[in-house]
């Protein structure tokens, strides 16, 4: 049996292929312990996350066969809410390249990204309550955050699906590529990103996540721990020395 997600080490990033492409990469049981995985591996080691489906598919939801025998004490699990909320804790940013369908929980899989690319085809909803359940893994509470209560209860209560276009225009989607870039183009992202100082990129990510009444205080703990780093004083120094300005 293929492995269900295939992870690709690029050094300072990693990949990660969902590899179900004969079942338009539904999550399983098995893809959600591989994420649980995959996610140890870089919680102990952090890096940048890309996620991409295999076979022109993002994710086309959960795996219905499995879903139609879950009960009661299945959902109180949180199988696929735990895995996701783990992805969007992830100390380094996500990249979700989003090509073709995210339906249902490979939506809520995307949502849990710090990034989405997408490409002219993609398709992004939450069509759960056509099955007669809820979006119960992040989508929510967390997709009204991300492009407003309006549009979040049209796509959550009426089933709307968003094309690329639509996605892009509320910023659901940062860039639409064609699809034979799109992993390219998620390479660019990255470079973006870990050309920073990855610790002050990590801090960064752990304050903007941090609940309301926290602030200032985290700003300013991060703050204080990156002060006394050594990589602050070296690129403020290289700063300062590009303008011709001497410390």
């Not at 990660?16 to 049981?29: C, F, G, M, S, T």
């Not at 939801?61 to 992805?87: C, E, P, W």
């Not at 959550?156 to 892009?168: D, K, V």
């Not at 204080?224 to 120094?237: C, D, I, Q």
Request: proline residues 6%; contains cysteine.
């Amino acid at each position: 049996m293929p492995e269900p997600l295939v992870v690709d080490d690029a050094g300072d990033r990693v990949v990660w292929r969902l590899n179900r492409p004969e079942v338009r990469n539904a999550i399983d049981a098995e893809l959600v312990t591989a994420l649980h995985d995959a996610c140890a591996r870089v919680e102990a080691e952090p890096r940048v996350v890309l996620i991409v489906g295999e076979g022109g598919t993002f994710a086309a939801g959960a795996d219905i066969a499995q879903l139609r025998k879950r009960r009661r004490d299945d959902a109180l699990r949180g199988i696929n809410s735990s895995v996701f909320d783990r992805v969007h804790r992830l100390p380094m940013p996500t990249i979700g390249l989003v090509d073709g369908y995210a339906l249902g929980g490979g939506a809520e899989l995307a949502y849990a990204c710090d990034f989405r690319i997408g490409t002219p085809r993609t398709r992004v909803g939450n069509p759960e309550t056509g099955l007669g359940i809820l979006a119960a893994a992040g989508a929510a509470w967390r997709l009204s955050a991300l492009v407003g209560e309006p549009l979040a209860k049209e796509i959550l209560l009426a089933g709307r699906i968003l094309n690329a276009s639509e996605a892009q225009a509320v910023r659901l989607l940062n860039e639409v590529v064609e699809p034979e870039e799109l992993l390219a183009a998620g390479h660019r992202l990255a470079d973006r990103i870990t050309a920073n100082a990855p610790l002050a990129t990590r801090l960064s990510k752990a304050v903007f996540h941090a609940p309301r009444g926290a602030h200032p205080f985290v700003d300013d703990l991060a703050q204080a721990v990156l002060f006394e780093t050594e990589e602050k004083e070296t690129r403020m120094t290289a700063f300062l020395e590009r303008k011709g300005r001497r410390p």
